[in-house]
C-alpha cells in the first residue's frame, strides 16, 4: 500500500479512523467485520433503490452527458456498444467507500473490477498546492493499473479534491482521456455526490462547483470516447437530504447509499455498453457488507 504524507492534514470525516496516514487502497472487498446489521439494512434498501433515479437522460447532443435511469429493473445491455468485461475505478475515499458494492454489483453481472480509489487523494486534477502532487501519484498509479490489469472502461468519480482553476480541471480531465484512449478504453467520468462543505473544504468551494462542469467539457470534445454522468439524477444536491444517503459524517455512504450507488452506476453503463447488470437481490447483501471501510466509517 501505498501511504500519501499530506501538506494539508484531511478533515475529521476523510480521515480513517486508526491515527495513519491516509493510505492509498489497491481495492478489494475486504473482510468481513460485524456484518449481520449491514445485511438488515441493505436489505430492507432494495424496495428503496427503485425509487433512486431519474426517468429523464440526457440526449446524444448533450456534450457527452448522461442522466438518471430508473432503478427498478436492470436495463438490457447496449448489444452495439463495448464489450465490458474489466472496469477500473477511481476516485477518492467517497469512492473507496462505494467500491465494496460496486465490486459487488459488477461481479454479480459478469463485470471484473479493480479499484485504485484512495482515502485522502485520488485527484487527477493537477492544481496548484498538495494536490498537484496527489494528482502525479494517481497518475502514476494508473499507469501501472492499466498495464496489469487492461480495463475496457476507466471510470473516475470526481473528487472531492479536485481542486483547481476551471482551466486546470479541464486539462487534467482531458489528459486522464487521452490515457484511456492510449489504453484503448473508454473514459466515463461520474460526478460526486453532495457532500458536506466543512471548514476543510470551504475555501475551495469554488472549485468543487466547477469541477464537474469542466468534466462535462472535457466529454463534450473526446468525440464520444468520454462520458459525463451527472449522478445528482440519483444523489439530488442537498447533502443534508434524505436522497443524498450520506453517513453520518455527511460526506461518504454507507452501505445502503453505497448499493443505491453502484446500483443507478450499473443502469447507467448498460446503456452505453455491451453488458447487463445483475439484479440487486443477487448481490446487495452479499460479504462486500462487512468491508472494513464501513467500519472505519462507523457504519451499522
Known sequence: MHIKHMDQT???????????????????????????????????????LTGCGSSTAGGDGDAGRTGGASAAAPPAGNKDGKQLSKLLWMGDSIADAEAPALGAAMKAGGVEVKSIASAGGGTVVKGDGPTGKFADDTFKDLSKAVGSFHPDIIAYQVTTYDWGSPAQQSSSYERLAKVAKDAGA??????????????????????????????????????????????????????????????????HSCQQGSAAFANWFGAQLATHYSFTPAPADQWAKGSWTGSKVYGQLKCG
Not at 481495492?27 to 434498501?45: E, H, I, N, Q, Y
Open 10 to 48: 484531511p478533515s475529521p470525516s476523510q480521515r480513517p479512523a486508526t491515527p495513519t496516514a491516509p493510505v492509498r487502497r489497491s481495492g478489494g472487498l475486504g473482510k468481513p467485520v460485524t456484518a449481520a446489521g449491514a445485511l438488515l439494512v441493505v436489505g430492507a434498501s432494495l424496495l428503496a
Open 186 to 251: 473508454e473514459l466515463v467520468i461520474v460526478s460526486a455526490p453532495p457532500f458536506k462543505i466543512d471548514e476543510f473544504y470551504k475555501d475551495h468551494e469554488a472549485a468543487i462547483k466547477s469541477a464537474p462542469k469542466a468534466a462535462e467539457a472535457a466529454a463534450g470534445k473526446s468525440a464520444g470516447r468520454t462520458r459525463f454522468l451527472d449522478a445528482s439524477a440519483l444523489w439530488g444536491t442537498d447533502s443534508a437530504a434524505a436522497k443524498a444517503q450520506r453517513s453520518q459524517d455527511g460526506i
